[in-house]
């Protein structure tokens, strides 16, 4: 059973997120060079691209839950689909703020209509669409069901949508500022990855116990919820 | 096959003749988006130079709204009265149906608006060639609208708070069609080809009628469960 | 031919039944009986294909219901609590659309016909919405009368019905079953029809 | 504000990002505890509910 697993593997991504997430920043902050042309600002992508990068994974691997639910019937599936959404969401919306947060000391301005800002965006409301919708609906299967069919049709849309910003981006702006124009010191990697990393214990951690929490809420009319040690208590 | 189109024009038809029943429902569509156009001047103030610049893009958001206004309707006053449950019922695939559906809310609500633009557009001061332009590509643009707005509305099929979920799901996924449509008037305004805008949008087109009807049909059996 | 065998459907967390089996022949006539909310309308919208059933098979002719679809929605004629009828329509328009959705290129005078033998006699190019409740009914039945279908799943056909009317439909269900057709249907009302034994359904809540 | 910004990048980059970051995760981390606890609460309730009747 999946229960029971999840649980005991919980502690150890949420332990080892910690940790990577320590190491990260030190040598983010401590080893890594100041860029030679943003100065300290560009440490802000030690957060930025392990957010934006899981923000749109995440969302790949919760349509592919959701298509996994919708075409075999399977629950756990569709409870992972539901899981996984807010978690997503919040990384798009870490993205967006620490993009802005780039952004003020390097354009001058908090928000730039960039294709990737502005796809980010995006898909931050397509996970509120999910999000909402699952919500909204009271039956829980028709809830899966009919947010699942949302999410498949949003991942279908996404590379169309970041496809057309793209392009009335390279339209209106002629051409769009690079985030590192040249390639990064080997430290700066190392501090990526390693948060990258960390980003991803962290999101299997939280989105395992939460999955657990969907799973005891849905089956509480079972045998097995009623048996577990922690209810029993 | 025979029997397939003969569904589809049925359904068609059937949508229509209800839509001349209930002429306040298109017109309140109609009379929304020529409101929301005409709004804009007077908050962005009457310098004809920004509004020929901004023309494509207030038309194209507003039909957007309008569009969202009407696509409510789509499915919930067949779900009501349980017609909707008949066309399930039907011998045909039920996307054939949907398509139907599709279609006659097309010409009910997005076709008004295309023939309300040059009006529109003469308000905003707008080239003549830039007009067509427009039309030319709310024409293509809109039945995409009305096709992925049928998706969200059968999603939110009898929902509570159903029309601003149903903008919510549905607004994010035209952004595509929206960047194309406006993106064409702005090319032919300043000189540059808009026959590569155009035919993305009809690539778009071709790819809605496509996949959305049988979409569609899935988040109804869903939805009607 | 229809045959339902360990069925299970549930409404939330709300099991309405399970295990249920039954097989209906051509000729024969089913009442489902049961107390309000023991699950007789999800029953008869699982069996339109409405609901996909938690557990168990419902086969037309010996093949899976899911796997035939519309080879097999042809077959079957539904009326559910609603009337399935458009207020702004005439009871001619809904029947002739109503026939033509599942199928069917209906004649304006075999539609008139079956309209006045409904009672609706003059009634026929009124918009429905001048109608009372028991002449929607009626309007909605006529689709009995003009359909080919071979199963008919009807939920509450009596509601709202008077005397005369309730006979009428016992005639009708009299003829179809003659046909060699079949019906399912629930009822608060006594029914009998003549040379028939009807098949007793009862749901429990469990 | 600029010129602060400007004369305190690292400051900057801290409280504005990693510490509003951090913030996000761990108000997340906050919501999924309370969610187990109320849950598992619900389902007892539940039980107890069901063992009286």
């Known amino acids: 059973m999946f229960y029971p697993l999840a649980g005991k593997l919980v502690p150890w991504f949420a332990v080892s997120s910690a940790i990577l997430f320590a190491v990260g920043m030190y040598l983010g902050f401590f080893v890594a060079p100041t860029d ?52 997503g969401a919040l990384f798009a919306f870490i993205a967006l703020w620490t993009g802005a947060l780039w952004g003020k000391p390097m354009w001058g301005t908090w928000w730039v209509w960039d294709a990737r800002l502005t796809s980010e965006l995006i898909l931050l409301f397509l996970y509120l669409g999910f999000i909402s919708l699952h919500a909204s609906i009271d039956d829980p299967r028709r809830a899966d069901r009919a947010s699942a069919l949302l999410a498949i049709v949003g991942s279908v849309n996404v590379p169309i949508i970041y496809f057309s910003v793209k392009w009335w981006n390279t339209l209106h702006q002629g051409s769009t500022i690079k985030f590192t124009g040249t390639s990064m010191q080997v430290t700066m990697q190392h501090a990526m990855f390693t948060m990258l990393a960390a980003c991803w214990l962290y999101a299997v951690a939280v989105v395992l116990s939460r999955v657990r929490s969907i799973i005891l809420e849905r089956e509480r009319h079972t045998k097995w919820v009623a048996e577990l040690p922690e209810v029993a208590l | 096959m025979n029997k397939i189109l003969w569904l589809f024009f049925v359904v068609v038809r059937r949508d229509l003749i209800l839509a001349m029943r209930r002429r306040a429902d298109v017109l309140t569509t109609l009379i929304f988006f020529v409101m929301v156009v005409s709004l804009f001047p007077l ?24 569009s969202m206004l009407s696509l409510g309707r789509l499915f919930s006053a067949d779900h009501l009265d349980g017609t909707l449950e008949q066309m399930l019922l039907a011998p045909q695939p039920l996307s054939v149906v949907v398509l139907g559906k599709m279609v006659a809310h097309w010409m009910v609500s997005g076709l008004p608006l295309v023939l309300m633009t040059p009006v529109l557009g003469l308000q905003f001061d707008m080239p003549l060639e830039a007009v067509g332009v427009l039309m030319l590509s709310l024409l293509l643009g809109t039945p995409v609208l009305s096709m992925i707005g049928a998706i969200g509305a059968a999603l939110t099929l009898g929902l509570r708070g159903g029309g601003v979920l149903l903008s919510l799901l549905v607004l994010p996924l035209c952004i595509p069609v929206l960047i194309f449509g406006t993106g064409a008037v702005g090319a032919a305004t300043s000189g540059m080809g808009f026959s590569s805008h155009l035919s993305l949008l009809g690539a778009l087109l071709v790819l809605a009628v496509a996949f959305t009807p049988w979409v569609a049909a899935q988040a109804l059996r869903i939805s009607m469960e | 031919m229809l045959e339902v065998s360990n069925l299970a459907c549930s409404r939330g967390d709300h099991r309405l039944f399970s295990g249920l089996g039954f097989a209906l022949s051509p000729g024969q006539i089913m009442q489902v009986q049961g107390e309000n909310g023991s699950g007789k309308t999800s029953l008869l919208r699982t069996l339109c294909g409405f609901i996909q059933p938690d557990e168990g098979r419902i086969a037309w002719e010996g093949k899976d219901v899911g796997e035939l679809a519309e080879a097999y929605f042809s077959r079957v004629l539904y009326l559910g609590h609603l009337n ?17 959705v599942s199928g069917m290129e209906l004649g304006e005078s075999a539609a008139i016909s079956a309209l006045r033998r409904m009672g609706l006699k003059g009634r026929e190019r009124l918009p429905v919405k001048v109608l009372s409740q028991g002449q929607r009914r009626r309007a909605a039945l006529a689709r009995l009368l003009v359909s080919d279908a071979a199963l008919w799943i009807l939920d509450e056909p ?17 003829e179809h079953l003659a046909r060699q057709g079949m019906v399912i249907f629930t009822t608060h009302q006594p029914l009998l029809v003549a040379g028939a034994e009807t098949i007793c359904l009862s749901l429990s809540a469990p | 504000m600029d010129i602060w910004m400007r004369e305190n990048p690292l400051t900057y980059v801290w409280i504005g990002s990693y510490a509003v970051a951090f913030l996000v995760l761990a108000v997340e981390i906050a919501l999924v505890v309370h969610k187990r606890k109320a849950t598992l609460q619900e389902v007892r309730q539940l039980l107890d509910v069901e063992e009286s009747e």
């Open chain 1, 36 to 87: 030679a042309t943003q100065g300290e600002f560009y440490r802000i992508i030690y957060i930025h691209v392990p957010a934006s990068i899981l923000s749109m994974f995440l969302y790949l691997v919760m349509a592919g839950y959701a298509a996994l639910g919708l075409i075999f019937n399977t629950r756990l599936s569709s409870m992972m689909a539901s899981a996984l959404a807010p978690t």
């Open chain 2, 43 to 66: 908050g962005v103030g009457p310098e004809p130079e920004m509004l020929r610049k901004m023309a494509p893009g207030v038309l194209w958001v507003s039909a957007l709204l309008a």
């Open chain 3, 84 to 100: 399935a009828i458009k207020d702004e329509l005439s009871a001619l328009e809904n029947l002739k659309i109503s026939a033509a």
């Open chain 3, 158 to 174: 009596l509601a709202a019905l008077d005397v005369n009317a309730v006979s009428l439909i016992e005639e009708l269900f009299g």
